[in-house]
């Protein structure tokens, strides 16, 4: 996979693309506390009829904050695919980008929280960057596997 970083004004986004930029566009969004390589054998099958993009999200890996699907300047995405907080990304994106998304596949993941879900999800996050292995969620990079988070 080909990395670039994309600069749209501060914004630092981290982006890897596969597969032939003049097929329709698939793009895979990780989630919390996962970084692109999550989506790696997932790219190696699509890739060979899509255009795959993966990314970093903010706080992630190698990226800042990016703002909506603009700093991608693709016109129309065949599908966006995410998990958990990944899948909240595409359901906006979806809904913010309603011509510009064609299908959104979203797993384990929901359109809003509410006060109970919030304080779940704050609970697993501490689980998870308490863990000695998480390592700011750059485990991959030390060869290990968070293994006391969730």
Same mark, same amino acid.
């Given at each position: ?6 600069? @749209?004004?501060?914004?630092?986004? %981290? ?5 032939? $930029?003049?097929? $329709? ?34 706080? %992630? ?9 603009? $700093? ?5 995405? %065949? ?12 359901? @906006? ?9 064609? #299908?959104?596949?979203?797993?384990? @993941? ?9 304080? =779940? ?12 292995? =998480?390592?700011?969620?750059? =485990?991959?990079? #030390?060869?290990?596997? $968070?293994?006391?988070?969730?």
């Amino acid at each position: 996979m080909g990395k670039q970083i994309v600069r @749209s004004g501060d914004v630092r986004l %981290a982006v890897w693309t596969a597969g032939d $930029p003049a097929h $329709p566009t698939v793009v895979l969004v990780h989630g919390y506390p996962d970084t692109y390589v999550v989506w790696d054998e997932v790219v190696a099958v699509l890739a060979e009829d899509f255009h795959v993009v993966t990314f970093d999200n903010r706080g %992630a890996g190698a990226s800042d904050c990016p703002a909506g699907i603009e $700093p991608y300047r693709i016109e129309q995405l %065949a599908a966006v695919m995410g998990g958990s907080l990944g899948g909240m990304q595409a359901l @906006s994106w979806t809904l913010q980008y309603p011509g510009r998304v064609r #299908h959104a596949v979203v797993v384990a @993941s929901a359109p809003n929280l509410n006060a109970e879900n919030i304080a =779940f999800n704050e609970v697993a996050r501490r689980a998870i960057v308490t863990d000695p292995d =998480f390592h700011g969620g750059n =485990f991959y990079a #030390h060869g290990v596997v $968070p293994k006391r988070g969730l």
